[in-house]
């Protein structure tokens, strides 16, 4: 099995199917990587594809389908697709047809802060897109030395910038609701539209503002070299009041930190940029896909599309939430995933898949990226849009 996931989250799903492995025998061998997007197609192209491959992005599972070497999941995993609502089913398709079962989901739309400082500084958490600019502005006043308002980190190995990308997607969704989001997917709006523009101008202003950003590691600039795995830190360390980044960067605090709502660290939903757009909420998540179809394969592509296996993977630890609508909701314990859980199933939200690894692999997980480190390495958004644009796929 490979995949994107490293340690620790990889350790957590290494004992969440410990029991499986005794019960049956079989021994799930799982190697992570950061250069995953990359090396799956050449392993796929040369001959090398891995039985089953963890696959974030929907707009990767349809290259990889198209390449003819994904194999129909079994018959039991595709029994199993009533576990997930039609959205979830949609994105594991290519062309209405069903390959891949979703396996976890995140929330994206969170901003991290500490609630102790927020008390001793007399700040509130902001519920409107307005409020938390304000908040920001007082910050920056307040704030001497190395602390900022905001940190950010978008370096992640091959797949560097997509921090940046989210950031840009909640402005979208944040801004226009749904239907506008879904024609910038599939390029009926162009990164070149004025309201992608608009939205660009949006995040310009939060997250490449130099009074505002990047705290506990210097200016803007720095956003492009660090991390999007130490990003937060300095918010432990009062240096940075807030992060935005998604409910899986739970799993990046130092053991020990207290994560609840009096704690060392917690988490606020984003708020709409537009107050008119109804609770718009970006997820994102993982998608179980077969390379191979011999029995001892199936039978983990069967067990990974339980809600058994689910459930066992949330009793493990923290920072985990489940795509699967059968899974037993008192087993989360941890504040951050019951709000996930909370939003992800709102019938009142505007959901939305992210939106890179919605589009197609080429741009969602090639030029879109490259793009948001070109913009915070100082290029403007309307070339970073034009080379965007120009990548698309013509077929």
Not at 242 to 261: C, H, I, N, R
Not at 324 to 348: F, G, H
Not at 366 to 380: H, L, R
Request: charged share 15%; proline share 7%; aromatic share 12%.
């Amino acid at each position: 099995m490979f995949g994107s996931i490293l340690s620790p989250e990889s350790d957590s799903l290494a004992t969440s199917w410990a029991d499986f492995e005794k019960c049956t025998g079989i021994t799930i061998q799982y190697t992570g990587s950061n250069t995953f997007e990359s090396d799956l197609p050449v392993k796929v192209n040369g001959g090398n594809a891995p039985g089953l491959a963890i696959i974030p992005q929907p707009g990767l599972l349809a290259q990889m389908v198209a390449t003819g070497t994904v194999k129909d999941p079994p018959a039991q995993t595709v029994t199993n697709e009533g576990n997930w609502n039609d959205a979830w089913k949609s994105y594991g398709s290519v062309d209405g047809k069903f390959y891949a079962a979703p396996m976890s989901s995140n929330m994206k739309s969170l901003v991290w802060y500490s609630p102790k400082y927020f008390a001793a500084n007399g700040y509130t958490v902001p519920t409107t897109w307005a409020d938390m600019m304000t908040l920001s502005a007082k910050m920056a006043t307040n704030m001497t030395g190395v602390a900022k308002p905001w940190c950010g980190g978008i370096g992640s190995g091959t797949a560097t910038g997509w921090p940046a990308t989210d950031w840009l997607e909640e402005a979208v969704l944040g801004t226009y609701g749904g239907q506008v989001y879904d024609d910038w997917i599939s390029h009926k709006v162009t990164f070149s539209d004025p309201k992608i523009q608009a939205a660009m101008k949006t995040v310009a202003d939060w997250m490449l503002n130099p009074a505002w950003v990047n705290g506990g590691y210097g200016n803007v600039q720095t956003v492009a070299t660090t991390t999007f795995q130490d990003a937060g830190l300095p918010i432990l360390k009062n240096e940075c009041g807030m992060l935005q980044q998604a409910s899986f960067y739970e799993a990046q605090w130092p053991k020990g930190t207290d994560v609840s709502e009096n704690g060392d660290v917690f988490a606020f939903k984003l708020p709409a940029v537009d107050p008119s757009i109804s609770n718009p909420v970006e997820g994102g998540g993982e998608f179980v896909t077969a390379f191979a179809d011999d029995p001892a394969t199936q039978a983990v592509q069967n067990y990974l599309s339980s809600p058994e296996w689910a459930d066992s993977r949330i009793a493990v630890a923290p920072g985990w939430v489940s795509a699967n609508e059968k899974v037993d909701q008192t087993l989360y314990t941890d504040p951050i995933d019951k709000i996930s859980a909370k939003y992800l199933a709102d019938p009142t939200a505007t959901f939305r898949f992210d939106a890179s690894d919605a589009m197609p692999a080429a741009v969602g997980s090639g030029t879109f990226w490259k793009g948001m480190v070109d913009w915070f390495g100082g290029k403007s958004a309307a070339d970073v849009a034009k080379e965007i644009d120009a990548s698309w796929p013509t077929s």
